[in-house]
């Protein structure tokens, strides 16, 4: 029953991340964190959770990049800068959380969470008229927030695409077709460092994450077709209000409420 449950939780978080296009680790942080427990099961700790967040994220993004290989979508510059930094900062983070304590690993969770509901309304438009073999960008700047967004992400065993792709989106004003390939790609690099971490502190279940791995493997696609035929804002939106009570109920066990 207990590996049925981290089975479902997996399927559920990943066909919900793959019909509104937002990071899966995001939503199954909370689901593992606190369905377990509510079930009558054994409690995992935020270290494991974010473990097993972090290698199911490794896996997952494994089959969207391969997926975009071909068609010019690929921004090999923007990936070279941005992933290079991400995975340096997503090892710091996943190395670095075994220092920390399983209220600051929350606590990053909750500030990751508040920024991911709140960028889920803002209108985000990339320059799509522009060809994409003239498309330029701030290669420093990209640099600089892959590298931050990488630290958080690393910490909670996320990849940071829900933040992602509205900076490439709005900050640094890429085309859209080519922000969800790219964002793919540097997620994947994002996911080896943090993937690294992890499991060389030890902070990985491994047959938990397994599960979770086929879980999303199998949900995802089915979400992503789901996602083709109902109102995505409204899904959208739902969504950021789930993130955003996870992220309060974080808040406010942190804070003692």
Same mark, same amino acid.
């Given at each position: 029953?207990?590996?049925?449950t981290?089975?479902?939780?997996?399927f +559920?978080?990943?066909?919900?991340s793959?019909?509104?296009?937002i990071?899966? !680790?995001?939503i199954? $942080?909370p689901m593992?964190? $606190?369905?377990?427990? @509510?079930?009558g099961?054994?409690?995992f700790?935020?270290?494991e959770v !974010?473990?097993?967040?972090a290698?199911?994220?490794?896996f997952a993004?494994?089959?969207?990049?391969?997926a $975009?290989r071909?068609?010019g979508y690929?921004?090999?510059?923007?990936?070279?800068y941005?992933?290079?930094s991400?995975?340096?900062?997503?090892?710091i983070?996943?190395y670095?959380?075994?220092?920390m304590?399983?209220?600051?690993?929350?606590?990053?969770y909750?500030?990751?969470?508040?920024? &991911?509901?709140?960028?889920m309304?803002?209108p985000?438009k990339?320059q799509?008229?522009?060809?994409?073999?003239?498309?330029?960008?701030?290669?420093?700047?990209a &640099?600089? @927030?892959?590298?931050i967004?990488?630290?958080?992400a690393?910490?909670?065993?996320?990849?940071? +695409?829900?933040?992602?792709?509205?900076?490439m989106l709005v900050?640094?004003?890429?085309?859209?077709?080519?922000?969800i +390939?790219?964002?793919?790609?540097?997620t994947f690099?994002?996911s080896?460092?943090?993937?690294?971490?992890?499991?060389?502190?030890?902070?990985?279940? $491994?047959?938990?994450?397994?599960?979770?791995?086929?879980a999303?493997?199998? +949900?995802?696609?089915l979400g992503?077709? &789901?996602?083709?035929?109902?109102n995505?804002?409204?899904?959208?939106g739902?969504l950021?209000v789930?993130?955003?009570?996870?992220?309060?109920?974080?808040?406010s066990?942190f804070l003692?409420?």
């Amino acid at each position: 029953m207990f590996l049925l449950t981290i089975f479902l939780i997996g399927f +559920a978080g990943s066909f919900v991340s793959g019909m509104v296009g937002i990071g899966g !680790s995001i939503i199954k $942080y909370p689901m593992l964190l $606190y369905i377990p427990p @509510l079930l009558g099961f054994t409690a995992f700790t935020a270290h494991e959770v !974010s473990g097993i967040s972090a290698v199911q994220v490794f896996f997952a993004t494994i089959g969207g990049v391969w997926a $975009y290989r071909k068609g010019g979508y690929l921004n090999k510059t923007l990936i070279i800068y941005m992933g290079i930094s991400i995975l340096a900062g997503s090892f710091i983070g996943g190395y670095g959380s075994m220092l920390m304590s399983e209220d600051a690993v929350n606590l990053v969770y909750g500030g990751l969470a508040t920024i &991911a509901a709140i960028m889920m309304f803002i209108p985000s438009k990339g320059q799509d008229d522009i060809p994409l073999d003239e498309v330029t960008f701030n290669k420093w700047l990209a &640099a600089i @927030l892959a590298f931050i967004v990488g630290i958080g992400a690393g910490i909670v065993g996320a990849a940071g +695409a829900f933040i992602l792709v509205p900076i490439m989106l709005v900050v640094l004003k890429i085309p859209t077709r080519m922000t969800i +390939a790219t964002s793919l790609a540097i997620t994947f690099i994002s996911s080896i460092g943090a993937t690294i971490g992890k499991v060389t502190t030890g902070q990985v279940e $491994y047959i938990p994450a397994a599960i979770m791995i086929v879980a999303s493997l199998l +949900a995802s696609p089915l979400g992503a077709n &789901a996602g083709k035929k109902v109102n995505t804002k409204i899904l959208q939106g739902i969504l950021a209000v789930l993130i955003l009570g996870s992220a309060i109920k974080i808040w406010s066990e942190f804070l003692g409420f």
